[in-house]
């Protein structure tokens, strides 16, 4: 019996997501052109994330006549993990020029695949703050586990991931994890191999955006 609590898990179903996704798991795909089809789909998977977000009303007055306008409620806290999650910064804070942003470090150690933090740079106080945190893979959860965590010590307890690619293991891991969060993902794969690599994934993406470390 799976006793996982749910989470609210939403995946993008539409045919330039998946078309994006494709170039971006495709081998041949060099560097420029993997970070190109990143900030592309960053833009659709956040137009999704806020797709519920609250707006407030105000009055505005168009070149014929006052309506009513609206804007974000509470643009939320951005929070790139490096350094894959440095490729959605550009298109996120773009499509939310109010969005303030936050930063953390974390290296998965080769061997353990545990995650190794080695830098954070956050707001001290995230009480009542909606929080978006980036990062292209979701795969043993561990990282995004360890960057809610922190979130949570500083009171968030609206927190949003945003992946590329999740395996059934991390979205297990979150789930699970008793945290305030949820997923907008554009793909769940199949799972993870010996390496803690998803599958079929796209392979490393830091190393598909900047190179080998
Ligand atoms: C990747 C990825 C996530 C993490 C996911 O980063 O961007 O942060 O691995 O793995 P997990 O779910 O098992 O923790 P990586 O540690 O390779 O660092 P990089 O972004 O600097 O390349
Ligand atoms: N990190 C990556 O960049 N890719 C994976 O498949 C797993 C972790």
Redesign the pocket.
């Known amino acids: 019996m799976n006793t996982t609590p749910d989470m609210d898990t939403r995946v993008l179903d539409h045919p330039l997501a998946s078309a994006l996704l494709t170039q971006m798991r495709d081998q041949s795909t060099d560097n420029p052109a993997f970070r190109s089809a990143l900030r592309q789909l960053t833009q659709m998977l956040v137009y999704e994330a806020l797709r519920d977000a609250p707006v407030v009303e105000f009055d505005v007055t168009t070149p014929v006549a006052v309506t009513t306008g609206t804007r974000l409620k509470s643009p939320p806290l951005l929070v790139p ?5 440095l490729g959605m910064v550009e298109k996120a804070s773009s499509l939310i020029p109010q969005s303030r942003m936050g930063f953390v ?4 150690d080769e061997k353990t ?1 545990q ?1 190794v933090p080695y830098m954070e740079s956050l707001p001290d106080d995230l009480a009542g703050y909606p929080v978006y945190v980036l ?10 586990v360890h960057t809610i965590e922190l979130l949570v010590q500083r009171g968030a307890d609206d927190v949003t991931c945003i992946c590329v690619v999740a ?1 059934p293991e ?1 979205v297990q ?1 979150l789930a699970s994890s008793g945290l305030p969060v949820r997923l907008v993902a554009a793909s769940i794969d199949e799972g993870l191999n010996e390496n ?1 690599y998803i599958v079929p994934g796209l392979g ?4 598909r955006q ?1 190179g080998p ?1």
């Not at 470090?105 to 998965?108: D, F, L, S, V």
């Not at 990062?135 to 995004?144: E, N, V």
Request: aromatic residues 4%; charged residues 20%.
């Open positions: 993990v490096l350094r894959a999650g470090g974390i290296a998965r695949h995650p990062d292209p893979m979701l795969a043993t959860g561990g990282s995004m395996a991390g891991a803690a490393d993406a830091g190393d900047f470390r």
